[in-house]
């Protein structure tokens, strides 16, 4: 009896630390040699009209977005194929950070994912996978990156064809043929990222809003609780919510860019930190000297006000001395 007692605290404690010590899938994860391929990859099955249990049921954890928790959530760092009802299975799509847009009741209003920053080599290959549903092919893709070497700001071109300032797009119905007049807009498509070495990312996005009368089509009136069976699940924010903070070194490089493009001199890290401790020095000075000012005047104060008072008694004494009746003077 004790050894069975000892058998069942010991599989139930390892149980519960497990899934309390377990990370949550769609949380940050620290950077990797392997980069995205080391992250979880996840089955996203989804309904024509999909809702926040769906999600939660491929084993992914998203939490609620600061500052917009009663319709936005927000996941980060993992690998999505995503597989709508009665449709064929999507490529799979590394995602840095996914948007999702919920309604009240819980249904699914919009999904975007968006990859991390791709080089022009990672950019081909992972649009490659996108082709066979679009109208273009490799050649189109490749004077596009063309393009984008030249100018990375290539949304501003002048140039008249949408594929170009609107990032090489490809735009189908995501439930195809499941019925009459019912339709998901999705798309894929290029966004810059205004970096020299990686400056492109992509982002994939299906919307679900127009599936919904207007008297459905709201958000909740406070933030977004879990789907049944998740109540346990916390959904507040991690610190590091929102897309990843560019490296130092990509900053660095497209600083040499810019400097390069421009003429300009570059300026020592240490001579930075010189110029920087000077100023802090004169702000220092300049402080100092403004507050023993202010000191100053804050000292000199109460004999002004004592002053002040001292002037006013005697006016009023010497007033009420002129006008008493002469009966109460006294000589």
């Keep these: 009896m004790y050894y069975y007692t000892m058998k069942v ?8 630390s497990f899934l309390c010590g377990a990370p949550h899938i769609g949380r940050s994860l620290p950077e990797s040699s392997e980069g995205a ?32 928790e009663e319709g936005l959530l927000e996941a980060k760092h993992f690998r999505v194929i995503v597989e709508i009802k009665g449709q064929e299975s999507l490529p799979e ?22 990859t991390p920053q791709l080089d022009f080599t990672d950019s081909k290959h992972e649009m490659n996978k996108w082709l066979s549903m679009s109208s273009y092919d490799e050649g189109e893709l490749e004077s596009f990156l063309g393009i984008v070497r030249e100018n990375p700001q290539f949304w501003k071109s002048q140039a008249k064809e949408d594929k170009i300032s609107r990032g090489f797009p490809t735009v189908w119905n995501a439930v ?9 807009p999705a798309s894929i498509s290029f966004k810059p990222t205004l970096g020299s070495q990686k400056p492109l990312r992509m982002r994939l996005g299906f919307s679900w809003s127009l599936s919904y009368p207007l008297n459905m089509a709201r958000n909740y009136r406070k933030p977004i609780p879990p789907p049944s069976g998740y109540e346990h699940v916390s959904m507040d924010a991690p610190k590091n919510f929102g897309p990843d903070a560019p490296s130092q070194s990509s900053v660095d490089a497209r600083m040499a860019q810019l400097i390069k493009e421009r003429g300009l001199k570059a300026v020592g890290k240490d001579s930075g930190k010189e110029s920087s401790k000077k100023e802090n020095r004169s702000t220092t000075k300049s402080e100092l000297a403004a507050d023993s000012k202010s000191q100053d005047e804050y000292s000199r104060l109460p004999w002004i006000t004592v002053g002040a008072l001292v002037v006013g ?5 010497l007033r009420f001395w002129k006008h008493r009746p002469n009966q109460l003077r006294v000589f």
Excluded at 53 to 62: A, M, N, T, V, Y
Excluded at 93 to 111: L, T
Excluded at 176 to 184: A, E, I, L, P
Excluded at 313 to 317: E, G, P, S, T
């Design 9 to 16: 605290f010991f599989v139930s404690f390892g149980l519960s």
């Design 37 to 68: 391929t080391s992250w979880p990859l996840v089955r996203l099955s989804l309904s024509g009209k999909p809702n926040l249990k769906e999600i939660f049921d491929s084993g992914l954890r998203p939490y609620r977005f600061p500052q917009m």
């Design 93 to 114: 799509f590394q995602v840095e950070y996914a948007s999702i847009g919920v309604f009240e009741g819980g249904n699914i209003a919009s999904i975007h994912f968006t």
């Design 176 to 184: 195809s043929g499941s019925q009459k007049d019912f339709k998901v």
């Design 313 to 317: 008694l005697v006016a009023w004494f």
